[in-house]
Protein backbone atom coordinates (compact mmCIF):
# COMPACT_ATOMS: atom_id res chain seq x y z
CA UNK A 1 0.00 0.00 0.00
CA UNK A 2 1.10 3.43 -0.50
CA UNK A 3 0.70 5.55 2.52
CA UNK A 4 0.46 9.02 3.76
CA UNK A 5 1.72 10.32 7.34
CA UNK A 6 1.37 13.65 8.43
CA UNK A 7 2.95 12.98 12.04
CA UNK A 8 5.10 16.14 13.92
CA UNK A 9 6.33 14.12 16.62
CA UNK A 10 9.93 12.30 15.44
CA UNK A 11 9.51 9.44 18.01
CA UNK A 12 6.03 8.99 16.64
CA UNK A 13 6.63 9.35 13.41
CA UNK A 14 9.83 7.12 13.59
CA UNK A 15 7.91 4.48 15.50
CA UNK A 16 5.06 4.30 12.44
CA UNK A 17 7.48 4.53 9.83
CA UNK A 18 9.76 1.64 10.83
CA UNK A 19 6.45 -0.43 10.99
CA UNK A 20 5.11 0.18 7.75
CA UNK A 21 8.08 -0.40 5.85
CA UNK A 22 9.05 -3.34 7.81
CA UNK A 23 5.18 -4.61 6.53
CA UNK A 24 6.13 -4.00 3.00
CA UNK A 25 4.22 -0.33 2.48
CA UNK A 26 5.64 2.68 0.67
CA UNK A 27 5.69 5.48 3.08
CA UNK A 28 5.65 9.37 2.49
CA UNK A 29 5.80 11.93 5.23
CA UNK A 30 5.07 15.05 6.21
CA UNK A 31 5.62 17.30 9.30
CA UNK A 32 3.36 19.89 9.21
CA UNK A 33 -0.30 20.46 8.11
CA UNK A 34 0.63 22.57 4.99
CA UNK A 35 3.06 20.01 3.89
CA UNK A 36 0.69 17.10 4.41
CA UNK A 37 -2.07 18.78 2.99
CA UNK A 38 -0.53 19.89 -0.55
CA UNK A 39 0.60 15.99 -0.50
CA UNK A 40 -2.38 14.50 0.15
CA UNK A 41 -4.77 16.55 -2.27
CA UNK A 42 -2.03 16.27 -5.36
CA UNK A 43 -0.89 12.89 -4.69
CA UNK A 44 -2.65 9.38 -4.85
CA UNK A 45 -2.52 7.21 -1.47
CA UNK A 46 -4.61 4.00 -0.30
CA UNK A 47 -4.62 5.72 2.94
CA UNK A 48 -3.83 8.95 5.34
CA UNK A 49 -2.41 8.48 8.83
CA UNK A 50 -2.83 12.22 10.07
CA UNK A 51 -1.90 13.55 13.59
CA UNK A 52 -5.03 15.77 15.21
CA UNK A 53 -2.65 18.43 16.17
CA UNK A 54 -0.12 19.75 14.31
CA UNK A 55 2.33 22.65 14.18
CA UNK A 56 0.82 25.28 12.04
CA UNK A 57 -2.03 26.71 11.20
CA UNK A 58 -3.53 23.81 9.17
CA UNK A 59 -4.16 21.07 11.54
CA UNK A 60 -5.45 17.41 11.30
CA UNK A 61 -8.97 18.53 11.39
CA UNK A 62 -8.48 21.22 8.23
CA UNK A 63 -7.20 18.40 5.86
CA UNK A 64 -9.29 16.08 6.44
CA UNK A 65 -12.27 18.99 5.69
CA UNK A 66 -10.20 19.38 2.96
CA UNK A 67 -10.27 16.39 1.02
CA UNK A 68 -14.06 15.77 1.90
CA UNK A 69 -14.88 18.82 0.27
CA UNK A 70 -12.92 17.83 -3.06
CA UNK A 71 -15.01 14.55 -2.81
CA UNK A 72 -11.75 12.90 -1.92
CA UNK A 73 -12.45 9.61 -0.66
CA UNK A 74 -9.46 8.67 0.89
CA UNK A 75 -9.36 7.01 3.91
CA UNK A 76 -7.96 8.89 6.71
CA UNK A 77 -6.89 7.21 10.45
CA UNK A 78 -6.75 10.13 12.77
CA UNK A 79 -3.92 10.03 15.55
CA UNK A 80 -4.28 12.11 18.60
CA UNK A 81 -3.21 12.39 22.87
CA UNK A 82 -6.80 13.67 22.72
CA UNK A 83 -9.05 10.85 24.43
CA UNK A 84 -11.89 13.15 25.10
CA UNK A 85 -15.14 11.82 23.36
CA UNK A 86 -16.02 15.16 21.70
CA UNK A 87 -12.54 15.38 20.24
CA UNK A 88 -13.08 11.82 18.47
CA UNK A 89 -16.95 12.66 17.58
CA UNK A 90 -15.14 16.32 15.94
CA UNK A 91 -12.81 14.16 13.86
CA UNK A 92 -15.54 11.74 12.72
CA UNK A 93 -18.21 14.60 11.87
CA UNK A 94 -14.90 16.08 9.72
CA UNK A 95 -14.85 13.58 8.17
CA UNK A 96 -12.42 10.76 9.47
CA UNK A 97 -13.03 7.32 8.80
CA UNK A 98 -11.58 6.15 12.22
CA UNK A 99 -9.60 7.55 15.70
CA UNK A 100 -6.94 5.90 17.52
CA UNK A 101 -5.94 7.60 20.63
CA UNK A 102 -1.96 7.65 21.12
CA UNK A 103 -0.12 5.65 22.88
CA UNK A 104 -0.67 2.89 20.67
CA UNK A 105 0.44 -0.43 19.47
CA UNK A 106 1.87 -1.05 16.29
CA UNK A 107 -0.41 -4.39 15.58
CA UNK A 108 -3.51 -2.26 16.37
CA UNK A 109 -2.30 0.82 14.16
CA UNK A 110 -1.71 -1.99 11.47
CA UNK A 111 -5.55 -3.56 12.04
CA UNK A 112 -7.00 -0.75 11.89
CA UNK A 113 -5.68 0.34 8.33
CA UNK A 114 -5.97 -3.16 7.22
CA UNK A 115 -9.78 -2.84 7.96
CA UNK A 116 -10.24 0.66 6.76
CA UNK A 117 -8.16 -0.27 3.24
CA UNK A 118 -10.62 -3.35 2.73
CA UNK A 119 -13.44 -1.69 3.18
CA UNK A 120 -13.07 1.37 1.33
CA UNK A 121 -12.18 -1.06 -1.46
CA UNK A 122 -15.23 -3.37 -0.94
CA UNK A 123 -17.51 -0.20 -0.35
CA UNK A 124 -16.85 3.31 -0.27
CA UNK A 125 -20.07 4.17 0.61
CA UNK A 126 -20.32 2.09 3.85
CA UNK A 127 -21.49 5.03 6.53
CA UNK A 128 -18.83 5.92 8.86
CA UNK A 129 -19.23 5.81 12.06
CA UNK A 130 -20.95 2.25 11.81
CA UNK A 131 -19.03 -1.61 11.15
CA UNK A 132 -21.43 -4.30 9.78
CA UNK A 133 -20.95 -7.83 9.28
CA UNK A 134 -24.34 -9.57 7.11
CA UNK A 135 -27.09 -8.70 10.00
CA UNK A 136 -24.81 -7.04 12.60
CA UNK A 137 -24.02 -4.18 13.31
CA UNK A 138 -22.43 -1.64 15.69
CA UNK A 139 -22.83 2.10 15.91
CA UNK A 140 -19.08 3.67 16.69
CA UNK A 141 -20.91 6.95 18.64
CA UNK A 142 -23.66 5.66 20.24
CA UNK A 143 -21.57 1.97 21.44
CA UNK A 144 -24.38 0.54 20.84
CA UNK A 145 -24.75 -3.21 18.66
CA UNK A 146 -27.83 -4.53 16.79
CA UNK A 147 -28.70 -8.27 15.45
CA UNK A 148 -31.31 -8.51 12.93
CA UNK A 149 -32.88 -5.00 14.32
CA UNK A 150 -32.63 -6.11 18.06
CA UNK A 151 -30.46 -4.03 20.32
CA UNK A 152 -27.91 -5.90 22.12
CA UNK A 153 -26.86 -5.02 25.44
CA UNK A 154 -23.25 -5.09 25.94
CA UNK A 155 -20.75 -4.44 28.86
CA UNK A 156 -17.68 -2.15 27.76
CA UNK A 157 -15.24 -4.35 27.35
CA UNK A 158 -17.58 -7.01 25.38
CA UNK A 159 -18.49 -4.23 22.80
CA UNK A 160 -14.47 -3.12 22.33
CA UNK A 161 -14.04 -7.62 21.90
CA UNK A 162 -17.22 -7.12 19.18
CA UNK A 163 -15.46 -4.18 17.57
CA UNK A 164 -12.06 -5.66 17.40
CA UNK A 165 -13.12 -8.68 15.87
CA UNK A 166 -15.65 -6.69 13.12
CA UNK A 167 -12.82 -4.60 12.26
CA UNK A 168 -10.73 -7.68 11.41
CA UNK A 169 -13.73 -10.07 9.84
CA UNK A 170 -12.58 -12.82 8.04
CA UNK A 171 -9.45 -12.84 9.78
CA UNK A 172 -8.21 -14.80 12.39
CA UNK A 173 -7.24 -12.60 15.80
CA UNK A 174 -5.13 -14.73 17.89
CA UNK A 175 -5.12 -14.49 21.91
CA UNK A 176 -2.20 -12.53 21.96
CA UNK A 177 -3.97 -9.60 19.23
CA UNK A 178 -6.64 -10.01 21.81
CA UNK A 179 -4.72 -9.25 25.37
CA UNK A 180 -3.06 -6.70 23.48
CA UNK A 181 -5.80 -4.37 21.63
CA UNK A 182 -9.13 -5.33 23.72
CA UNK A 183 -7.65 -5.55 27.66
CA UNK A 184 -4.26 -3.25 26.51
CA UNK A 185 -2.12 -6.63 28.55
CA UNK A 186 1.61 -6.99 26.84
CA UNK A 187 2.17 -10.17 28.68
CA UNK A 188 -0.01 -13.33 28.96
CA UNK A 189 -1.96 -12.66 33.04
CA UNK A 190 -2.32 -16.73 32.71
CA UNK A 191 -6.20 -16.65 32.64
CA UNK A 192 -9.04 -17.43 30.83
CA UNK A 193 -10.73 -13.72 30.47
CA UNK A 194 -10.77 -14.55 26.89
CA UNK A 195 -12.79 -17.62 26.95
CA UNK A 196 -15.20 -16.23 29.36
CA UNK A 197 -16.19 -12.80 27.35
CA UNK A 198 -16.09 -14.64 24.18
CA UNK A 199 -18.37 -17.11 25.61
CA UNK A 200 -20.08 -13.61 26.68
CA UNK A 201 -20.55 -12.58 23.53
CA UNK A 202 -21.63 -15.84 21.70
CA UNK A 203 -24.38 -16.24 24.26
CA UNK A 204 -25.48 -12.37 23.29
CA UNK A 205 -24.65 -11.93 19.73
CA UNK A 206 -24.59 -15.80 18.41
CA UNK A 207 -27.24 -18.15 20.59
CA UNK A 208 -30.68 -15.69 20.04
CA UNK A 209 -30.23 -16.11 16.73
CA UNK A 210 -29.31 -19.29 15.20
CA UNK A 211 -26.47 -18.73 13.30
CA UNK A 212 -23.06 -18.17 14.61
CA UNK A 213 -20.86 -15.60 13.71
CA UNK A 214 -18.19 -15.92 16.06
CA UNK A 215 -15.88 -19.40 15.23
CA UNK A 216 -12.71 -20.82 17.01
CA UNK A 217 -10.00 -21.60 14.92
CA UNK A 218 -8.26 -24.40 16.25
CA UNK A 219 -4.75 -23.68 18.03
CA UNK A 220 -5.09 -20.07 16.03
CA UNK A 221 -7.46 -17.89 17.76
CA UNK A 222 -11.25 -16.73 16.75
CA UNK A 223 -12.62 -15.16 13.72
CA UNK A 224 -16.00 -13.13 12.70
CA UNK A 225 -17.61 -14.37 9.48
CA UNK A 226 -21.12 -15.46 8.39
Do not use: C
Not at 76 to 89: G, P, R, W, Y
Not at 136 to 150: C, F, H, N, P, V
Not at 165 to 185: H, I, K, P, S
Amino acid sequence: MRILLVEDDPTVKSFIVRGLKEAGHSVEYADNGKDGLALATNVQFDIIILDRMLPSDVDGLHIVEALRKKNDATPVLLLSALSDVDEKVAGLQAGADDYVTKPFSFSELQARIDALVRRNRNDPQLPLTRLAIGDLEIDLLSRTAKRAGQKIDLQPREFRLLEFLMRNAGQVVTRTMLLENVWDYHFDPQTNVIDVHISRLRQKIDKPFGRPLVHTIRNAGYMLQE
